[in-house]
């Protein structure tokens, strides 16, 4: 069996438990797209394990993680991840494996992408300034390094140089410090040295597990609403989302893919700028902030959050194809008197299907709420769909019905024991 994860929404659905969840049967778990912009906590034996890089599921015994080609890396994030892994007693050797077409975030990029950041004034478009957007853009335009260069290191050295020079150019227009080349190249020496171990062909790793019917799990970063062709661009991410970037980001064809997970929380929150229809505030706002801990794992920030928004997740669900969904921190909306869901958008007096806005729309839609009487029963960890309120059934059963998927899983809290098998 081969099967996606993604996010259904803009990030921070809490994909990295349900991955975890699922991954107790896999053989492989698999990144494929974005890079340490991404964050996916894991609870697992009564401690935290905040990833950015490492693959949700390695923290079970028999499975291998693996960062495919379209991951870009951090490689001073990767190798703390390691550590912080190794320090706990995890065994990555054999483990863990990585591609060596993976590009590299490098430290010009991360100082650009602040640079373009704060230039931009007050139209940023809250970027996490890890250097995503740049190591893409360098990708694309033929500028990159990948971790192939870094193992031949006369050609990493000699483009390091090259890219450094033209890139500390335009930092200096930017009034920003330069790079400094030969401090950076020592560190990648080292940085080299700790990571080569882990680097291997991914693409027949995969192959392999299929041939031999193993069961492999795509890890999706972000939430489609980012996705850089079908998100509101250019408040989006820099990678594609969708069931179409496994292909381009490991190299599976699509068609050996049997199962797609969509996360869906039970109310929407998004880190950054950029439209937001359903979005809350005042006290409201703040309190399912404060008990949904809706502060980025990346960044720290304060999430924005609203209603969920049914128009949004059932584009998200069609465009990735879509057959169970996992429902997240619904024991956050406990305590709530009234709960709406938006089920579609009005612009100018007529109904607008997401797929038909961009940024300009989604700033202006009005959305369209369904009211739910909310539950003052705490369901925090419960284990049992008997033991759910009435009232959250009801919101469920609606959920269920208006996007026409099945619903597999119901997560009641953040450890990796607190969900309701649906």
Known sequence: ???????????????????????????????????????????????????????????????????????????????SEIEMLQKDGYKLEGKLLISDRCHIIMPYHKAMDEAMENARGKNKLGTTKRGIGPALADKVSYNGIRLYELLNWPQFEEKFKFQTEIK?????????????????????????????????????????GVKEKENILFEGAHGVMLDNDFGPYPYVTGSNVITGAVNTGSGLPVKDMKEVWAVVKAYTSRVGEGPFPTELSGKLADSIREKGAEY???????????????????FALEVTGTTNIAITKIDVLSGL?????????????????????????????????????????????????????KEAKAYLKFIEKF??????????GPAREEYIKY
């Open 1 to 79: 069996m081969v099967s996606l994860i993604i996010g259904s929404q803009w990030g921070d659905e809490g994909k990295g438990k349900i991955v975890d969840l699922l991954s107790e049967k896999q053989d492989l778990v698999v990144r494929f797209h974005g890079g340490n912009n991404a964050g996916h906590t894991v609870i697992a034996n009564g401690k935290k394990y905040p990833f950015h890089l490492m693959p949700s599921g390695i923290l079970h015994k028999k499975v291998a993680g693996v960062i495919a080609n379209g991951t870009v890396l951090d490689l001073d994030v990767l190798v």
């Open 337 to 389: 008197d009234e709960i709406k869901v938006c089920t579609g958008y009005k612009y100018k007096g007529k109904d607008i299907p997401y797929s038909s806005c961009g940024y300009v729309e989604l700033e202006k839609v009005e959305p369209v709420y369904e009211a739910f009487k909310g539950w003052q029963k705490n369901i925090d960890g419960v284990k049992s769909e008997s033991k759910l309120p």
């Open 168 to 208: 500390n150019k335009i930092l200096k227009v930017f009034k920003v410090k330069p790079i400094n080349i030969v401090d950076e190249l020592a560190k990648f020496k080292i940085l080299m040295e700790f990571i080569e171990p882990f680097i291997t062909d991914t693409y027949q790793v995969i192959k392999k």
């Open 296 to 314: 980025g794992t990346t960044t720290g920030r304060p999430r924005r959050v609203g209603w969920l928004d049914l128009e949004a997740v059932k």
């Open 403 to 412: 996007l026409g998927v099945k619903i597999g899983i119901i997560s009641t």
